[in-house]
C-alpha cells in the first residue's frame, strides 16, 4: 500500500535559519503530493503541492519538489519565522491531479522558531 | 461560506456509550472524509464518501459507521466507544481537482 514517511522531530531553529524537512513516499503509479500545515488548536490547511513528477509547489516562501527517482518530496525554507511554528504534515493521493480525498499522511514534524 | 464545520468540538464518553460526530460543508463538494489523528501517527483515514448515498472504507474503519444521506452532512457514528478510540477527529470535503478542505477537529476521550 502507500506510505510517507517524514522526519522525525521535534525541530527547533532561531530565525532566519535555512529548514529542510524531509519526505519520502512509496506509492503505486502516478500519485499527488502535498505538505499541510496545522497552527496550534486548528485544522490542517494546505500549504503547497505537485501533481507529476519534477513540479515544483511553493507557497508563502515554502517550496517542495516532485522527485520521482528518489521518491522525495522535501519541504524548505529559506529563512523561517516565528510565526513559522507548527506541525507540517507530508502527504500523499493516489490520484494524479484527481479527486483528493483519500489522503495518506506522514506522521507530522513539529517545528518550533525561536526569535 | 463556512466551510466545513464539525460538532461538538470536545466530548468525553464512558466505554460503551455511542455517539454521533457531526460534520457539514456548504460548498456542494462530492467527496467528504474522515480522519483521526493521533499523537505521533499522522492522520489515518477512518471513511470516506463519493457521493450522496456512497461511503467505503478508508484505513482504520473498526468501531466506526457512516452514512452520506446529503452532499451536505457526512457523520460519524461511534457504536459502541472505547478508550483506543480517544482522539482528535477531523472530516474533510473536495471536490474534483480541489483542494481538501479540513474541518477545525473534535477532541474525543473515552473513559
Known amino acids: 500500500g502507500n506510505s510517507v514517511t517524514q522526519m522525525e522531530g521535534p525541530v527547533t531553529l532561531s530565525e532566519e535559519a535555512f529548514l529542510t524537512i524531509n519526505c519520502t513516499y512509496t506509492?503505486?503509479?502516478?500519485?499527488?503530493l502535498f505538505w499541510y500545515v496545522q497552527y496550534p488548536g486548528e485544522g490542517l490547511q494546505l500549504l503547497l503541492k505537485?501533481?507529476?513528477?519534477?513540479d515544483k509547489g511553493s507557497n508563502k516562501g515554502f517550496e517542495a519538489t516532485y522527485r520521482k527517482e528518489t521518491t522525495s518530496f522535501h519541504l524548505e525554507k529559506g529563512s523561517v519565522q516565528v510565526s513559522d511554528s507548527a506541525v507540517y504534515f507530508c502527504a500523499l493521493s493516489p490520484n494524479s491531479g484527481g479527486s483528493n480525498y483519500k489522503l495518506t499522511f506522514g506522521k507530522g514534524t513539529l517545528l518550533t522558531v525561536n526569535p | 461560506n463556512a466551510g466545513v464545520t464539525q460538532t461538538p468540538k470536545f466530548q468525553v464518553l464512558k466505554t460503551g456509550q455511542s455517539m454521533t460526530l457531526q460534520c457539514a460543508q456548504d460548498m456542494n463538494h462530492e467527496y467528504m472524509s474522515w480522519y483521526r489523528q493521533d499523537p505521533g501517527m499522522g492522520l489515518r483515514l477512518i471513511h470516506y464518501s463519493v457521493g450522496a448515498g456512497i461511503t467505503d472504507q478508508g484505513e482504520v474503519p473498526n468501531g466506526y459507521n457512516v452514512s452520506r444521506s446529503t452532499t451536505e452532512d457526512f457523520p460519524l457514528r461511534l457504536l459502541s466507544a472505547a478508550p483506543s478510540q480517544t482522539s482528535v477527529y477531523f472530516c474533510a470535503s473536495t471536490a474534483s481537482g480541489e483542494k481538501q478542505f479540513f474541518g477545525p477537529g473534535t477532541r474525543l476521550t473515552v473513559l
Open positions: 506509492a503505486t503509479g502516478y500519485p499527488s
Open positions: 505537485a501533481t507529476k513528477a519534477d
